[in-house]
């Protein structure tokens, strides 16, 4: 899994969109392996970015609270 992409899950307060959406995008670059988008490629990676944001927001919410919050926070709150 890349290393880049950090627990969301147990923070406080929730993850924001913009987490969520930072996580999605790290995630999408490194199974694309596209790294900056072309006019060619732009379309399909923000349809990927954006429906791996909305299943990761629908897991968050499902998913019960943590005993303990993540070890590090995402880059967003640092």
């Given at each position: 899994m890349c290393r880049n992409i950090t627990t969301l899950r147990g923070l406080e307060p929730r993850a924001t969109n913009q987490e969520?959406?930072?996580a999605a995008r790290q995630y999408v670059r490194k199974v694309s392996g596209v790294q900056s988008p072309s006019e060619r490629t732009a379309d399909s990676f923000e349809r990927?970015?954006?429906t791996i944001s909305e299943a990761t927001?629908?897991?968050l919410a499902n998913l019960p609270s943590r005993r303990r919050p993540p070890?590090?926070?995402?880059p967003l709150r640092r």
């Open positions: 969520i959406e930072a990927a970015v954006r927001a629908d897991l070890t590090s926070l995402p």
